[in-house]
């Protein structure tokens, strides 16, 4: 065996993989599991979305494309911006990615010095930190609690800024605790981070889509922050299209193009294919194609919600975005059944999933091991079955 290099030890594997292969091998041992670990709506992509890409095929649109993306693709997430958002971009201002996840990779590589500050607000997504430590920044950790909604104020972020600070990472809606940033609160943010010149804003805006309370807003809404903004968007949640592996990034256009110059060595574009299914996804009817999968995901909240409300000890709040619920558990630490003691939300998640054959993802991988996250991407008698199993496992808890 070689050595590994010392890059690929410091970084973990992450846990909603690492818990849907665990679910993966118990099904194949014929163990029924209802696996609630990954962030996948399970839609099937629109028709007229798959139409595009079949046709794709068939023109023979299979060749090299721009780095981040044909330039027709790149106008029309530009136009997408300024009719849902109210931004303006022009084309070289948006680079395409293979999945929101390698859009902020780009960003971070290209932005991040070793040592660099970067505040990330916890719970946070999996790979935020994993790419910081690519990068050899330096995470500072921003703690947040139910009774906030998981979010920061702007009295917490100006006390986690230092002279190193050089970026912020921030999702809204937020995976995984569905919490969501109203505009007011964006801009009392917006306008801590302008008194910093060097400080860039990270937007996670990945969940636009699946919101229940009005219209989204973007970070980059605010004019006198902007040029320091990058938004990161996809294809994978509001379109139901995870497999398609397509990312969006739009920045001031020096960003963009490091981070079409960073693609251009690892990845090139993205496959031709799906550039042409995102191009059709970016043209689509909300309300036709987009709202119905965003009814039945708050459908499912609200069933979820009401559920765990006759569990004990399950502290909930009301996530406003996204399709999960980040129950705080700490009541059953301590609490033990036959080999089990359960002394973190690990044990708890590991627990029930031995002995509820429910698999969900616990917040140590999102930055705090007090919580599950519990993924509601599924159908309504999914839901219904997972939670008779885990009312019934934690019963069996004294």
Not at 197 to 221: R, T
Not at 237 to 244: I, N
Not at 262 to 289: E, P
Request: proline share 4%; hydrophobic share 40%; with cysteine.
């Amino acid at each position: 065996m070689g050595k590994l290099s010392n890059r690929v030890n410091l970084i973990s594997e992450s846990q909603t993989i690492a818990m849907a292969r665990k679910s993966r091998e118990l099904k194949a041992q014929g163990i029924d599991i209802i696996s609630l670990s990954l962030g996948e709506p399970d839609f099937a992509t629109p028709t007229i979305i798959k139409e595009a890409a079949k046709k794709a095929i068939d023109d023979n649109f299979s060749y090299y494309t721009h780095v981040s993306g044909y330039v027709e693709l790149r106008e029309a997430i530009c136009k997408k911006f300024k009719r849902d958002n109210g931004l303006d971009y022009t084309a070289d201002e948006i680079v395409v990615s293979t999945g929101a996840k390698q859009s902020i990779a780009n960003a971070v590589l290209c932005l991040v010095n070793p040592g660099d500050e970067v505040i990330i607000p916890a719970p946070f997504w999996v790979s935020y930190l994993e790419i910081l430590k690519l990068a050899e920044g330096v995470p500072v950790i921003m703690d947040t609690t139910i009774e906030s909604d998981f979010k920061i104020s702007p009295e917490g972020l100006e006390k986690a800024i230092t002279p190193k600070t050089k970026l912020i990472m921030l999702s809204t809606p937020c995976n995984p605790t569905g919490s969501v940033y109203t505009k007011e609160e964006l801009k009392a943010l917006a306008e801590v981070v302008i008194k910093h010149p060097d400080i860039y804003i990270l937007s996670d805006e990945i969940y636009e889509h699946i919101n229940f309370i009005g219209g989204h807003q973007s970070f980059a809404q605010f004019d006198f922050i902007k040029e320091r903004v990058i938004t990161i968007n996809g294809v994978s949640k509001g379109f139901a299209m995870t497999g398609w592996r397509g990312g969006i990034m739009a920045a001031p256009k020096w960003i963009a193009q490091a981070c079409d110059k960073m693609q251009g060595q690892f990845t090139s574009a993205t496959s031709s294919i799906t550039q042409k299914a995102m191009h059709k996804a970016m043209d689509l009817d909300y309300d036709t194609y987009i709202k119905p999968m965003r009814d039945a995901f708050l459908t499912r909240r609200d069933l979820v919600l009401k559920l765990m409300k006759d569990i004990p000890g399950l502290k909930t709040n009301t996530p406003q975005g996204a399709f999960y619920v980040y129950p705080e558990v700490s009541f059953y630490f301590g609490k033990k059944y036959k080999d089990y003691t359960i002394n973190n939300a690990t044990d708890l998640s590991l627990y029930l999933l031995d002995e509820g054959h429910l698999a969900l993802v616990p917040g140590a991988a999102f930055g705090e091991d007090r919580y599950i996250r519990f993924s509601y991407a599924t159908s309504e008698q999914n839901l219904k079955e997972a939670l008779k199993r885990m009312k019934e496992a934690l019963a069996k808890l004294h």
